[in-house]
T-cell receptor, first 113, second 116 residues
Framework: QKEVEQNSGPLSVPEGAIASLNCTYSDRGSQSFFWYRQYSGKSPELIMSIYSNGDKEDGRFTAQLNKASQYVSLLIRDSQPSDSATYLCAVKDGSSNTGKLIFGQGTTLQVKP | GAGVSQSPSNKVTEKGKDVELRCDPISGHTALYWYRQRLGQGLEFLIYFQGNSAPDKSGLPSDRFSAERTGESVSTLTIQRTQQEDSAVYLC??????????????FGPGTRLTVL
C-alpha cells in the first residue's frame, strides 16, 4: 500500500512568520510531487509542483524535495491569515502510467493575526 | 479560460437509489480523473480516462460504481444502489496528458453526495 504521510496539525503560526509543512512518501518510484491548498468546503487548488531534488520558489511559496529521504516540504513565507487552509501533499504513483495521484490526509494551517 | 465544471453541486438521495454525476474538463485536457473525498479525509483515486485508451478503473470501490467518458469531453460517474458509506464529495480533475511526468491536475468544485 503506497502511502503519503502528513501531520494533520493544526499547525498554528503568527502572521508574518514562516509556516513549514512536511510530507513523506513510501513509493521510491515517484517522480512528481504536488502541493494543493484546500479551503474548508472547497475543492483542492494546485499551488506548487516539483519534480527535481532541491528547492523551487514561487512567490511566498517554496517547495523542497529530497528523493533519497522520500521527503517533500512546503514553506510559506510571510504567512497571512488568508493562508489558513488545509494543505494536501500529492505524489504521482510511480508504478502507474496513468498519472494518478496519491494524497496525504492534509495538514491544517492556522495563521493568527 | 473555463475551469473544470461539475454538476450537480449537491445531491441528496435515498439509500438504494442510483445517482449520476457529471464532469466537464478543461478544454484541451486529454486526461480526466475522478476522486472521492470523505469528510476530514484525503482524496481517494477512483478512475482515469485518457483519450481512447482503456480507462484505469483500479480505484473503483465496488461494481456499483461505473464511469464513462465521451471522447475527450464530458464524463459521468454512476453509483448504483447507493449506500450511506458512499456519502462524500466526488471530485473531478483534468490534466493535459495523463501519463506524463509533468501532470498537473486541476480540480472542479466537486459534487457533495449525501445518502440518507
Amino acid at each position: 500500500q503506497k502511502e503519503v504521510e502528513q501531520n494533520s496539525g493544526p499547525l498554528s503560526v503568527p502572521e508574518g512568520a514562516i509556516a513549514s509543512l512536511n510530507c513523506t512518501y513510501s513509493d521510491r518510484g515517484s517522480q512528481s510531487f504536488f502541493w494543493y491548498r484546500q479551503y474548508s468546503g472547497k475543492s483542492p487548488e494546485l499551488i506548487m509542483s516539483i519534480y527535481s531534488n532541491g528547492d523551487k520558489e514561487d512567490g511566498r511559496f517554496t517547495a523542497q524535495l529530497n528523493k533519497a529521504s522520500q521527503y517533500v516540504s512546503l514553506l510559506i513565507r510571510d504567512s497571512q491569515p488568508s493562508d489558513s487552509a488545509t494543505y494536501l501533499c500529492a505524489v504521482k504513483d510511480g508504478s502507474s502510467n496513468t498519472g494518478k495521484l496519491i494524497f496525504g490526509q492534509g495538514t491544517t494551517l492556522q495563521v493568527k493575526p | 479560460g473555463a475551469g473544470v465544471s461539475q454538476s450537480p453541486s449537491n445531491k441528496v438521495t435515498e439509500k438504494g437509489k442510483d445517482v449520476e454525476l457529471r464532469c466537464d474538463p478543461i478544454s484541451g485536457h486529454t486526461a480526466l480523473y475522478w476522486y472521492r473525498q470523505r469528510l476530514g479525509q484525503g482524496l481517494e483515486f477512483l478512475i482515469y480516462f485518457q483519450g481512447n485508451s482503456a480507462p484505469d478503473k483500479s480505484g473503483l470501490p465496488s461494481d456499483r460504481f461505473s464511469a464513462e467518458r465521451t471522447g475527450e469531453s464530458v464524463s459521468t460517474l454512476t453509483i448504483q444502489r447507493t449506500q450511506q458509506e458512499d456519502s462524500a464529495v466526488y471530485l473531478c480533475a483534468s490534466s493535459l496528458i495523463g501519463g506524463a511526468s509533468y501532470n498537473e491536475q486541476f480540480f472542479g468544485p466537486g459534487t457533495r453526495l449525501t445518502v440518507l
